[in-house]
């Protein structure tokens, strides 16, 4: 068995590492990049506003799995797993953000409100957003600082994530002649997770620590948006590619990666019912513009094993 | 920010996630000998009609293949002008019933064009594993899957939009349901064993809807699907449909619309409902044979008065009309049937029988 499993593996990993090589261009060319800050008429830059306390990320190695899903074949395999070499540094706000801070940008009518039945504490990260509220909010941080706040790509959420971040197909078992062995592993897989985290009640930010890096609160009970959105790459007998690109869908980083549609802000289950969804949805920023440019740092990236 | 047309998928959630990391290959996907067994291509036909099909099997097994197109669309839901955006499989609510017998295999192709906003799937209740089929069948916006299965079981069974979490039930009171009807192989029997062959057979789908007020109590409309969402779901939460029609729209089976027979035929009604329990009556008839979950194995009940359809499920009436006149077919919640739709009408023409019913004295002024 564990035989078979190792060969199973190998057989699907290492036509895919190629073919991840051989995609970057693909992916380059399908996705569309991040609406850059547009000017609000209403809103004006504002010295005095609190800028978020923030942690400068060094250059980094680390191993990252490609959440583009690849079918080869009519068959589903294993994304590949990445040495992602970042050369440069990264800015991220040591905390999430707060209801309070939230707060400021829906009283200037910019933000919607959060979707929450329960009062917000002021202290307590904003959670009950949506994609589209999380943008929309790094949109109102930029202008009123005249700085460049964005989501993280998943990309620099492993960046940043450091040792929380955890291989989200690391369990993953699969078999030629059974799809249901990667669903029940891909299930155990979570389940175990769920079981090792934290309560699902919200604590003032900061109180879960800090992670290896100094970023606080990291694949706790908070899971947050990133830019990337959903790709599918589809290969055919003849090695012809398409995909399918989705900017509606967007992964969500946390304890487990996910994805989700970006006008959800508080996921009720996982797939059909099974899995294991974030507990709750909020903010998390990164300063600066993707210097150098996502791309580039993609092509740093080279195939692993 | 996301434009109002961008492309957006349902909840991309554990399904799909399972999905990537599944490594099937064909063989496993294939049973004996399918590629050498016959194939019938079926055209689907919209409700309240079925496509043309034999009630015995005339021959061995065959795939029987299918195609249906996912429409998103804005979709009234009453006469007064109330909308809401449907998700439709092929174009109605309820989706077009398919009929295969007992041994067929189903093969459809699920195509879900790039003009649609959200992902989809299917999950047919008559099918075995892979939630249904949901976990090999999710399709975004520009893409389209077949999927095979074999229908072991005879019976109508529902099937139904499942691409995860809150998308599950938003997908279901949307309008993405419809029947999917096993005949065994020799035709439906009696209790008694005896063959039963109807003269027609009508697809009545139940749908509740939940259609969100604003403050001045009128029903809202949204420019999308997806901006609809949030407040779809805090109403689907209150549990209170503010409609129960058939067929997608209140109306949509009285007036120009009702179905019709004659005298003598024998008709069968096939009911699904996706999400919610309801209780049909033929007012003024019965239900001589009915299959109230819908599963062909098991022996109907007889002489029925009302039967349950349990959420999640079709079931299936026989009955030969035996009076004419206009029968009122309604969920026997009778405030769901009067006040929130959930009415249809069948004219029945022929001859009257006093036997079985006579005006021995019209109304008329108390005598004594």
Redesign the interface.
Known sequence: MTADRLK?ASS?FLPMALLAGASFWLIQSLTTPQ?ST?PHPTIATDTTIDTPALVTIPPRNFEYRDPT???EN??????PLVHAKVQTQLEVTQDLVTNKQYRACVVEGYCAPA?TVKTPIDDHPVVGIN??MA??YA?WLSIKTGDNWRLPTALEWAQFAAEKYDD??KD?Q??????????LS??RA?SKSKGEAPRQSLRPVGLFGANSLGVNDVAENVWVWTSTC?E?INVDAGGTKSS?T????RVVEGAHR????????????????????PSHLGIRLVKGAEQPSFWSLLRNLSPFG | MVTRRQTIFGALGTAAALTAVANLTPQAMAADNVDEMPRKKVKLVPPPFVHEHEQVASGPPQVVEFEMTIQEKVWEVDDEGTTTHAMTYDGSVPGPMMVVHEGDYVELTLINPESNELLHNIDFHASTGALGGGALTEVAPGEQCVLRFKATRPGTFVYHCAPGGSMIPWHVVSGMSGTIMVLPREGLKDDKGNPLRYDRVYNIGENDFYIPRDENGEYKTYETVSESFSDQIETMRGLIPTHVVFNGKKGALTGENALTAKVGEKVLFVHSQANRDTRPHLIGGHGDYVWETGKFNNAPEKDLETWLIRGGSAGAAFYEFLQPGVYAYVNHNLIEAVELGATAHVLVEGDWDDDLMKQVKAPGPISK
């Open positions: 199973t699907i609406q547009l899903r690849y079918i009519e068959l589903p395999q294993i994304s979707i994609y589209e943008a929309k949109e989200p197909e993953i699969s078999d030629p002649n059974n799809p249901a062995v990667a669903w891909d299930y979570k959903y599918r399918a989705s900017c509606g869908a996910t994805y989700l549609s970006v006008f959800i802000s508080n996921p009720q289950g996982g797939g059909c019912t099974v899995g294991d969804p």
